[in-house]
């Protein structure tokens, strides 16, 4: 791959990672309600889910989600569901986390867990990964020297953006107290089953 393939590989990947989704709420969520260095572990969980992906969509696997619409839906549902339930939970929040007071509540395997199933609940990102990539992966030459280029570049940049996304939740944490964390909490909540209701009202074999 030429070098000015790599940018404008690199300029894609960065513009599809920045949206703010699901997997941005929460590392911004636990690096507010638990600290920077402990809302990292969030990003370790959405790296892993993130490789995971990569290796879906490079097996074609889904493809064949796609071609057994029995599967798909169940993983769709699925995804749904959780979300939801992430969502729901936020909106029965009260809002009193205190970082200098009260110790964390979830472990780092925890928020890790949480992480990796909040990003997996969204089958569409199998899809980003593979209508990226294929943009990008050269039919007539060796596939393991482009991925050797592609996928560690790819899965930097998904990295650092959620990075950044904990340290806006530092940021987050500095504003909210009291009743302004109950209404962030009550607004990052709405956001996640708004999320749901949009996977579960999407087509995402068409999209």
């Excluded at 309600?33 to 969980?45: C, D, E, P």
Aim: with cysteine; proline share 4%.
């Amino acid at each position: 791959m030429g070098f000015d393939n790599w940018l404008i590989f690199m300029t894609i990947w960065i513009l599809a990672s920045l949206p703010l989704g699901p997997n941005a709420l929460n590392c911004i969520s636990s690096s507010a309600t638990y600290g920077f260095s402990k809302g990292l572990w969030s990003v370790a969980g959405v790296f892993i889910a993130a490789n995971i992906h990569m290796a879906l969509a490079l097996s074609s696997i889904a493809a064949f989600l796609t071609a057994q619409p029995v599967f798909f839906e169940a993983l769709r549902w699925a995804g749904v569901a959780y979300l939801a339930w992430m969502g729901a939970s936020l909106l029965r929040s009260k809002g009193k986390i205190d970082l200098k007071s009260s110790p964390p509540s979830l472990s780092n395997w925890q928020l890790v867990r949480r992480a990796v199933l909040i990003s997996m609940s969204n089958p569409k990102s199998i899809f980003v990964w593979l209508a990226v990539f294929t943009q990008f992966i050269q039919g007539g030459s060796p596939l393991g020297p482009q991925l050797i280029v592609l996928a560690p570049s790819a899965l930097f940049v998904t990295l650092a953006v959620y990075v950044g996304y904990c340290g806006m939740g530092r940021g987050v944490n500095r504003l909210l107290s009291g009743s302004r964390k109950i209404w962030f909490d009550r607004i990052t909540g709405t956001t996640y089953l708004g999320f749901a209701v949009g996977l579960a009202s999407a087509d995402l074999r068409r999209t």
